[in-house]
């Protein structure tokens, strides 16, 4: 079936450091995939997202690159706040299937001032 | 502004008792779901509806139920037959398919 896998948090960074989270993706079709963030008792957000291979998505100084030959979805800030302490979910849908997308589960990034 | 409500954010219940968590949309989203949420865990699905008046099991069912009598809304019950309650729990709802999920921002049910 439909998987995705994410690096094991926490991932605990200074602040101004370089950050990436490691995403992998199996799936019988082509998907979109997405990051989504969540912050201490909230919901999820929607981060970013890309639809096809060799798309970027980006969106607050994140970014991430749709890698079809590598199935990945590394997402990537050049200079991480003390304020993106929160979880990461990285999720991928398939085009013509069910409504349901498949969600990794989840790193935690605290940054440290 | 267009999002999905959830109330109340913090329910306390006796063990025993069914509660019902309330989930409400204005995005005019046709699909909707119900996720449980662990301290460290990911998320995991419970229910989800496709359309008015239709719903299906997600991975872990036993022991809530829901309904989808409007577009707009997507109550869950926790039944007194849920060996686990105690939980983060969160609605969200997309329009179509390869659309980004909505989220509310939670209901913290604490079962003693």
């Known amino acids: 079936g439909d998987s995705v896998t994410q690096m094991e948090g926490p991932v605990t960074l200074s602040e101004e450091a370089f950050l990436t989270i490691n995403c992998t993706y199996t799936?019988?079709?082509?998907?979109?995939l997405f990051w989504y963030v969540q912050y201490p008792g909230e919901g999820l957000q929607l981060l970013l997202k890309a639809t096809k291979a060799d798309d970027k998505g980006s969106n607050k100084g994140f970014e991430a690159t749709y890698r079809k030959e590598t199935t990945s979805f590394h997402l990537e800030k050049g200079s991480v706040q003390v304020s993106d302490s929160a979880v990461y979910f990285c999720?991928?849908?398939?085009?013509?299937?069910?409504?349901?997308?498949?969600f990794g589960r989840g790193t935690s990034l605290i940054v440290h001032p | 502004d267009g999002g999905i409500t959830q109330s109340p954010k913090y329910l306390f219940r006796k063990e025993g008792q069914n509660v019902t968590l309330s989930c409400e949309q204005n995005?005019?989203?046709?699909?909707m779901y119900w996720y449980r949420q662990d301290p460290g865990q990911g998320l995991r699905l419970i229910y989800y509806s496709q359309i008015v008046n239709d719903f299906q099991k997600g991975d872990i069912a036993e022991g809530y139920s829901v309904s989808r009598e409007k577009k707009e809304s997507f109550p869950l019950t926790v039944t007194s037959a849920q060996k686990n309650p105690t939980a983060f729990y969160l609605c969200a709802s997309t329009g179509y398919y390869n659309s980004p999920l909505h989220f509310g921002n939670g209901t913290r049910l604490t079962v003693t």
């Open positions: 995005l005019n989203h046709d699909a």
């Open positions: 999720a991928l849908t398939l085009s013509g299937g069910s409504y349901i997308p498949t």
């Open positions: 799936a019988t079709g082509y998907p979109s």
